[in-house]
Nanobody, 126 residues
Framework: QLQVVESGGGLVQPGGSLRLSCTAS????????IGWFRQAPGKEREGVSC????????NYADSVKGRFTISRDNAKNTVYLQMNSLKPEDTAVYYC???????????????????WGQGTQITVSS
């Protein structure tokens, strides 16, 4: 059964850090560009970051540049999102998604992806 799974969400104080992980069963992630998306209540989904299948190319939303870092360990079939200096406005459900690596997919923030995870909640609050 094909499944993309996020982990690492939770509650954190402003200024704190979290690391999200994305792994998959039935899917070899190193064949895909992987993106992180988020959706806050009442807001549209937005692309946060995207990494190419090789890991050599990355892209970030302006709102997270300098604070978030995407990386991947293809040997572990895992992609990470290190989130530092978290702000209340980062509160959202975060989704990992796998996208076919065609065209300018990294520039397009891995949108549209082919496979989605179920999401993990990040709450930044004191």
């Amino acid at each position: 059964q094909l499944q993309v799974v996020e982990s690492g969400g939770g509650l954190v104080q402003p200024g704190g850090s979290l690391r999200l992980s994305c792994t998959a069963s039935g899917l070899i992630l190193d064949r895909y560009a992987i993106g992180w998306f988020r959706q806050a209540p009442g807001k549209e989904r937005e692309g946060v970051s995207c990494i190419s299948s090789s890991g050599r190319s990355t892209n970030y939303a302006d709102s997270v540049k300098g604070r978030f870092t995407i990386s991947r360990d293809n040997a572990k079939n895992t992609v990470y999102l290190q989130m530092n200096s978290l702000k209340p406005e980062d509160t959202a459900v975060y989704y990992c998604a796998a996208a076919h690596e065609v065209g300018a997919i990294v520039n397009n923030m891995c949108d549209p992806p082919r496979y989605w995870g179920q999401g993990t909640q990040i709450t930044v609050s004191s």
